[in-house]
């Protein structure tokens, strides 16, 4: 079944503790980007990567690192994690233009 | 930001009847996508319409799309509850898709 797989589902963590969201696509799509979104705000892009090992900034890409070494994989990296990063996250994947979602992480950060 | 808008930000409306939402935005694109939200969950693609193209159908769904005034509507015919959801619409510029704020779509049975 082609999907977008994004783990953790949910986190609660605290200021400044490391972590990772991973995302998996197995659609062998070139471009994938993260999005986080957030009540009365929309979705707003965070990073994108047209390809493997090219990453580009999206609208809102403070605090977040991303990486893309392999085709399927563009995990999410938030260093030093904020209260204001608490939100729901979204990756998507596409190679023609239409995207495909995972299903969200939600991030609360205390 | 390239972000769109759409209008209204939410619509209540009774089953059978029909819903529509628009959509507006600021710069040139290439084509401009609506996708469809559950509470909570991923978005969903519904349908996609390119800058050349004015009207698009899709079931229930039909989408307009008028690049002079930079601005899309999407229609959806006798609604059913399970349209409940959230719709978005999304530009694609620079080979970049950008979304607007949503509109919150409830459908009374």
């Known amino acids: 079944e082609a999907q977008v797989t994004q783990n953790p589902r949910y986190l609660i963590t605290v200021t400044g503790k490391k972590l990772t969201v991973t995302c998996s696509q197995n659609?062998?799509?070139?471009?994938m980007s993260w999005y986080r979104q957030d009540p009365g705000l929309g979705l707003r892009q965070i990073y994108y990567?047209?390809?493997?090992?090219?990453?580009d900034k999206g609208d809102v890409p403070e605090g977040y690192k991303v990486s893309r070494k392999e085709k399927r994989n563009f995990p999410l990296i938030l260093e030093s994690p904020s209260p204001n990063q608490t939100s729901l996250y979204f990756c998507a994947s596409s190679t023609t233009g239409e995207l495909f979602f995972g299903e969200g992480s939600r991030l609360t950060v205390l | 930001s390239q972000q769109g808008e759409e209008d209204p930000q939410a619509l209540s409306i009774q089953e059978g009847e029909n819903a529509t939402m628009n959509c507006s935005y600021k710069?040139?694109?290439?084509?401009l996508q609506w996708y469809r939200q559950n509470s909570g969950r991923g978005l969903v693609h519904l349908i996609l319409i390119r800058s050349n193209e004015r009207e698009k159908h899709s079931g229930r769904l039909r989408v307009t799309l008028d690049t002079s005034k930079k601005s899309s509507s999407l229609l959806i015919t006798a609604s059913r509850a399970a349209d409940t959801a959230s719709y978005f619409c999304?530009?694609?510029?620079?080979?970049?898709?950008?979304f607007g704020t949503g509109t919150r779509l409830t459908v009374i049975p």
């Open positions: 990567s047209m390809n493997v090992e090219v990453t």
């Open positions: 999304a530009t694609d510029a620079k080979n970049n898709l950008f």
């Open positions: 659609m062998n799509h070139e471009y």
């Open positions: 710069t040139s694109i290439n084509n």
